[in-house]
């Protein structure tokens, strides 16, 4: 089982950033796929970005090139850097870890960006 724990969200000003962390539990975590998702209120979740257990990553349209996902297997720990922030990025943040066919979720941490 792996449990997952966000942090890192708050309250910033457009242009501004932020740095989430998922720290993960368990031995399984360097094995695992990891992705972040974001829910505003009203929405659905969406999927915002992946890094596989090797490192390669995927960006949803509406992140490329501002946010960033990386990895330290060694801390069992992601993270997703957020630059050049809009309030359309105010959301719920979630980590989810995907291992053997199993998805492992986080409680999620609240972005909020305002204009």
């Known amino acids: 089982q792996v449990q997952l724990v966000e942090s890192g969200g708050g309250l910033v000003q457009a242009g501004g950033s932020l740095r989430l962390s998922c720290a993960g539990s368990?031995?399984?975590?360097?094995?695992?796929?990891m992705a972040w998702f974001r829910q505003a209120p009203g929405k659905q979740r969406e999927w915002v970005a992946t890094?596989?257990?090797?490192?390669?990553?995927n960006y949803a349209d509406s992140v490329k090139g501002r946010f960033s996902i990386s990895r330290d297997n060694a801390k069992n720990t992601g993270f997703l850097q957020m630059n050049s922030l809009k309030p359309e990025d105010t959301a719920v943040y979630y980590c989810?870890?995907?291992?053997?066919?199993?998805?492992?979720w986080g409680q999620g941490t609240q972005v909020t960006v305002s204009s």
């Open positions: 368990g031995s399984i975590f360097s094995m695992a796929a």
């Open positions: 989810k870890a995907h291992w053997r066919g199993l998805d492992y």
């Open positions: 890094i596989s257990e090797l490192g390669g990553t």
